[in-house]
């Protein structure tokens, strides 16, 4: 069986056995077979520009939602990857959200070099609503549409001939303990299912990929940081900015004494776009056909279905994800303790709109202290979301003003004002623009964030970014804000003991249960 590029559809086809190699053998065999063959084609020797295919990295996809299919399709585009398994809970659904009309349908031609067929993936209707004035044209996910654009892009690649099928998979656990020579994963779940996949990938031996936010409690991220170090895998976290030219140029700035010392950061996003602030439904419908719920579910409480949990909207919920802040400050905050080198932060509070105990708040502020560390001061972070914004800068000039979103960081001899994760940065006030001089380069640059991790999969020697051991401090951060957030109290924090201060409503979330089979 295998799948028409043009069409995606599904084809027929006989097969015969090869007796192919292993994957590890073919590797040693390669060099004395090419030696007596000369017709052998370029590309199987890895000439011509181009990775012999049994020297690639063999990835499977765990969670090819709207946005597990997006990463999943720039991985696909890397010479040295070779996707050999797509899991998700879903079979195929058309209730996804895209970013604009036919993205999928257009991301596929793109991939295959194709300008017709593939259209199924972008229904484009019914419009999806997200808010009250967000709606966003459906498409196409599920483990079968990835699988049949894997298989297509296997065949482009390889002929269709000679292509290896695609696994498929509603289980991860079956995926891992069946695909034997996968070396590594890519976890695209909701956040609820990104600690227990990633634990079960490294505890397997298998480099792990994951998006962001790395987990949804302390516990998680104390756990997986801990199995980085045990297992020794290559891990990243899907935090693009850590790689970017921006966040390495604020740093200089901020390095070379710019602004001076910084004592206080405001970040704000306007975020959701998704809904928060609601109670639980109390309907039953019907599982949607295709749809795994108890797999779906994974270590949340058991409940009844419901439409209004998922795709995407599950962001909301505070059994499944994070909120604004938990979805958005993985970046932002990753730019800033890059910037400033936070050391754990030791105080929390917030306030917000109206809290149901099921859902994360439609706006709130949040504050964050972060202990002196050497000869730097203490830091405040304030958090805005929801369409909050801090108050106008007395230094921003009359002309400009406060964008949506943005990042402020507020020194002893000036300010930085910059976009959400640290782009475009501008000094304040304005008149220390005239005689600044960009500060020379120290930093390494990156190749960019996906191909850091693949990179150090090749090359032990290279260490990723946002790996698990760095992003569980920034993931500390987060889940501290959102305890505060969900409780309404004051909190203290002591990373180094794990102790937190305050109610014991607030302690329960630090590690809350999980359904049995379903730890990390």
């Known amino acids: 069986m295998r799948t028409d590029i043009q069409t995606g559809a599904v084809v027929l086809r006989s097969t015969m056995k090869t007796g192919l190699l292993p994957r590890r053998r073919f590797l040693g065999a390669t060099a004395t077979f090419s030696a007596a063959v000369s017709v052998v084609p ?75 067929g593939w259209e199924w993936l972008s229904p484009n209707a019914p419009m999806l609503e997200l808010t009250p004035t967000l709606h966003v044209p459906a498409g196409v996910c599920g483990r079968e549409p990835a699988r049949r654009i894997v298989d297509a892009w296997n065949a482009k690649r390889a002929g269709a001939g000679t292509s290896r099928g695609c696994a498929s998979y509603a289980d991860f656990r079956e995926l891992l303990a069946r695909e034997k020579d996968c070396d590594a994963v890519v976890v ?38 801990a199995l980085a170090r045990e297992t020794g895998v290559v891990t990243q976290v899907a935090v693009g900015p850590q790689a970017s030219e921006d966040t ?103 306030s917000s709109t109206y809290r149901y105990p099921e859902s994360f708040p439609q706006a709130s502020l949040v504050r964050l202290d972060f202990a002196a560390r050497g000869d730097q001061p203490p830091v405040v972070l304030r958090w805005y979301d929801g369409g909050l914004r801090p108050e106008r800068p007395a230094d921003l000039d009359a002309g400009e003003k406060l964008e949506a979103e943005g990042l402020l960081l ?47 999969i090749q090359d032990r020697r290279k260490r990723t970014g946002a790996n698990f051991e760095f992003s569980a401090r920034v993931t500390e951060a987060l889940c501290l804000a959102n305890l505060a957030l969900r409780t309404g109290e004051i909190l203290g924090w002591d990373s180094a003991t794990g102790q937190l201060t305050g109610p014991e409503s607030a302690r329960a979330l630090l590690n809350p249960p999980a359904r049995a089979g379903w730890e990390v």
């Open 188 to 225: 695209g779940t909701p956040d609820h299912l990104h600690a227990v996949v990633s634990a079960a990938a490294m505890r397997a031996g298998k480099h792990v990929f994951c998006q962001k936010p790395m987990t949804r409690t302390m516990h998680e991220a104390r756990r997986l940081a």
């Open 42 to 116: 370029a590309a199987v020797l890895g000439r011509a520009g181009q990775t012999a295919p049994n020297s690639r990295i063999h990835l499977a996809f765990v969670g090819v939602g709207s946005q597990g299919l997006r990463v999943m399709l720039s991985f696909l585009r890397e010479p040295d990857v070779q996707a050999v398994a797509v899991c998700d809970a879903v079979e195929s659904a058309a209730n996804y959200h895209q970013w604009g009309p036919s993205e999928f349908t257009n991301a596929v031609h793109r991939l295959l070099g194709v300008s017709s």
């Open 410 to 456: 507020v020194g002893e001899t000036g300010a930085i004002l910059a976009d959400f994760v640290g782009g475009q940065p501008r000094l304040l006030p304005a008149a220390k623009r005239q005689a600044f001089r960009e500060p020379p380069k120290t930093l390494l640059r990156s190749p960019g964030n996906e191909r850091e991790w693949l990179d150090a």
């Open 248 to 350: 390495r140029r604020l740093q200089e700035w901020v390095a070379a004494g710019v602004i001076g010392r910084v004592r206080e950061v405001y970040n704000w996003s306007s975020r959701p776009f998704w809904p928060q602030g609601m109670p639980a439904p109390r309907d039953t419908p019907p599982v949607l056909p295709g749809l795994d719920w108890n797999l779906w579910l994974g270590p949340a409480a058991e409940r009844p279905y419901h439409p209004a949990y998922l795709p995407f909207v599950w962001r909301g919920w505070v059994d499944f994800g994070c909120g604004a802040l938990g979805d958005m400050g993985c970046y932002s905050f990753d730019t800033i303790y890059r910037v400033l080198q936070l050391a754990p932060p030791v105080r929390a509070e917030a």
